[in-house]
């Protein structure tokens, strides 16, 4: 089974949108993929949707629940310093301990330049779900 790390911003879409991300957390929920995610990216998903997006905190609770029981949570044990933003490395941080496939990112000016990250590719929602369909079919 393919193995994903969703970048905050994939997983904030997902969580307030309709669109490619909300497609990817569908097929996590049907056990088709599998979510690797880390402390620290689940404390900047809260973060945004608290501050940026003002999200009532029993929503954000609840979708941070969610995610948690989804995934496979996975505690990186170095630090990577590869990308000025900090919350960019702890998604790489999370990529190489959880084993994943891919990145999937909607970010344009830190993690998708890379293409790829100690050869996991890093691409966008919709590149991810036309490789998916056709692993799939």
Known sequence: MIRVCLDTNVLISAALFDGKPEEILRLIEEDKLILVISPAILVETTRVLVNKFQRDKEEVTR???????LGEITRPKGNIRLIKK???NRILECAIEG????????DKKHLLPLGKFKNIPIITPGEFLKIYSKSSS
């Open 63 to 69: 979708f941070i629940k969610l995610l948690y029981d």
């Open 99 to 106: 084993g994943i496939d891919y990145i999937v990112t909607g």
């Open 86 to 88: 900090v919350s960019d």
